[in-house]
């Protein structure tokens, strides 16, 4: 959104001075603006997958190829080896990721674009986590820093309701 970003832009430059340091403070990294850009224009979605609902590419020792496997069948591990998981009834294998890290799932892929209503045809419903707009900041800084964590008190705090069925672009995807 060109008109929002336009906008942002002279407010931050007003906020800062016209004559001494407004153009400086346009190179700055701007916190409000950042989290209006992200509010406004990504309209981030928070969403709880079931477990189950998605499945992850392991390595097993014993195996050549990888394997998909459900989200219900692995269990995280600590181990020496990083991305280790314990695989249901067959032993401990590797996720495989990719290079940013990111497990390789089969649909919440990170960076693909998908349609929800297709994922939820005769299985459990996803949930859209229910976060205010500071939730939703929160979030965005979480990911900043690299922290996936599903685990965080704000996502295990929030409500759920149902999730809208239309095109998403992942963002991240976690355990």
Known sequence: DWALGAYLAACCYCDNGRESGGAASLSAVDDRC???????????????????????????????DPVWFGTDALRSVVVSKKNAVLVKDVGIGYLLVNKEGDPIAEQFTVGSTLE??????????LKKVVLQDTGLVEV???????NRDA??????????????????HVVAYTL
């Open 140 to 146: 965005r800084n979480l990911l900043l820093k690299g």
């Open 34 to 64: 950042a989290s209006t850009l992200w509010l406004e224009v990504a309209q981030p979605v928070v969403l709880e997958v079931p477990q189950g609902q998605e499945r992850l590419c392991v390595r097993l020792d014993h195996l050549d």
């Open 151 to 168: 685990s965080h008190p704000l996502l295990e705090e929030a409500t759920r309701s149902i999730a809208p069925t239309k095109w998403f």
């Open 116 to 125: 929800l209503s297709q994922l939820q045809w005769k299985r459990k419903r």
